[in-house]
């Protein structure tokens, strides 16, 4: 039971002094989740309270089934953006239909999470490498800021991508409110220096640092204190300013999702790509915190958490939630020890859910707005571009293309371009392994490539090591290359393939091996293999291969070349520059020349 209730694990041990460091951690975040959850909630098109609501039992739920001690689950911009992006193609903000969806989204979402933390298949999210989640990021945080400027300025805007949402609010210019605006930029800067200056002024005055953070975390509540004040003093509603009205005050009734058949499938690829999305997001903070702490966690288990707090959402009458960087960042500094933590917040944001949501009717919408946009902010990180450009132009290409599209096509059209080329550049890669050939160094019992070091080698002897494991995709271009470097060598009597790379070989390409011991016999050369993993000799030796092979299967390629070539494998016990150099810049020895490439 352990395995999938976590909780068992961790608290028998629980004590007084953990307790008030949960506590304390739970205040904090608290305070930091109650204008986020609002926020989030009016970017993903649903009523405020939605977020709220997403905000309890999900985190019930993970305290029950999570494996990270920190991370902290709820409503997140991302999640929010994709959620807004779903639904909005199947129903029109602010309708009951629109709100059934995004309920449908996060028990899909759920049901789809779990499913594959039953199956054990959490290596699926591979296939988001972090440089497109990197790229889908920050191109969805200028998407979410762009789409917030309709509240900083008081006009209807809208779009599913950058360009829409630019042409939108071009054309609305003219019905910009002043009120709003002055609101808007005033929470703005406030937000912007409470992030940046405050806590420097605050320990500068003598505050310890927890209390610091505390009262810095605390600004978005401040800036909704302030500017729900400003409103309700001097009737900015009057003066044009959009505010949240009447919130429904109490917990949220127990609800399921429309059974539709056809709306579920119209959600089920939206589903996927927010449920993969959110976990690689969140087990990569996980993995970071945990490893702080030298702890550990259970992707397979995270999967089960995340989905169980998307069904806890769903039948709350929630959306989509999924593990917050910047929230679990603060759970871990303000000290929280376990995933009770999580429960004592939802306990804190169910307090305010009954207490707190009449003070709300007067919050502007412009202040939730900057409250996304610093927050989204934060995650734009254009400098992936030039990081993948210096390391690797085909990341730098998936990086790219992922940020265009999401830009400029939508985010669910964005993330699926990102992954597609991810997986088509590396089936590009290693459809064309590298293949060194490679010689012996002097001194050495050492193997290197003839291109980049000084070593020797035999003309009737071709030792060319293979990088990458072989199968269908690249076992022709194996075949051409060995070809093309018997070609090249008349005086050639050996061809030994250096399998140290190799960790499989499938049927596609036994049949080419097959085929070029055949070729080989054929032109008088014998083929040899070195270094076997003994995997693949286990299925090697399931075949015919190695009864038809021509040469020999060695354990080392020195002991190759000691075999084949003894006149080489001396130079293993002289000393690296121990021979004279001859005329082309290299070194000679009986029956041996030293390759300088």
Known sequence: MSRYLPILAWAPRYDRNVLANDLVAAVIVTIMLIPQSLAYALLAGLPPEIGLYASILPLVAYALFGTSRTLAVGPVAVASLMTAAAVGKLAATGTPDYLAAAIALAFLSGAFLVALGLLRLGFLANFLSHPVIAGFITASGVIIAASQLKHILGVKAGGENLFE??????????????????????????LFW????????????????????LLTKAG??????????????????????????????GLPAPTLPPFDLDLWLELAGSAALVSIIGFVESVSVAHTLAAKRRQRIDPDQELIALGAANLASGISGGYPVTGGFARSVVN??????????????????AV????????????????????????????????????????????FAAVSATIVA????????????????????????????????????????????VDRHKVATDARVLS?????SLYFANARYLEDRIYDLVAERPALEHVVLMCTAVNEIDASALESLEAVNARLKDLGVTLHLSEVK???MDRLQRSHFLQDLTGRVFLSQYAAIAALDPGTARLARAAPDGLPPDSSGGSQAPSTALAVL
């Open 194 to 213: 409470v992030r940046r200056g405050l806590k420097p002024v605050l320990l500068r005055a003598g505050l310890r640092p927890r209390l610091a953070d």
């Open 534 to 536: 003994g995997p693949v």
């Open 464 to 468: 060319l090591r293979v990088d990458e």
């Open 406 to 449: 999401t830009l400029l096509i939508g985010v669910e059209i964005g993330v699926t371009a990102g992954v597609l080329l991810s997986v088509l550049l590396y089936l590009y890669r290693s459809s064309r392994p590298h293949m060194a050939v490679v010689g012996l160094v002097p001194g050495t019992e050492h193997f290197r490539n």
């Open 220 to 249: 978005p509540v401040a800036a909704v204190a302030a500017t729900s004040l400003a409103a309700w003093a001097f009737g900015l509603a009057e003066a044009g300013v959009r505010i949240v009205g009447e919130v429904p005050r």
């Open 352 to 395: 305010a859910t009954l207490f707190l949501t009449p003070a709300l009717y007067f919050l502007p919408q412009a202040t939730l707005a900057a409250t996304i946009i610093v927050a989204v902010l934060s995650l734009v990180d254009f400098s992936v571009l030039r990081r993948t450009w210096r390391y690797s132009k085909a990341d």
């Open 332 to 349: 871990f500094d303000a000290g929280a020890e376990t995933p009770a933590a999580g429960a004592f917040t939802a306990v804190g944001i």
């Open 165 to 190: 949402i630019v042409l939108s609010l071009a054309g609305a210019l003219p019905q910009t409110s002043p009120a709003t605006v002055a609101v808007g930029l005033t929470a703005l800067a406030f």
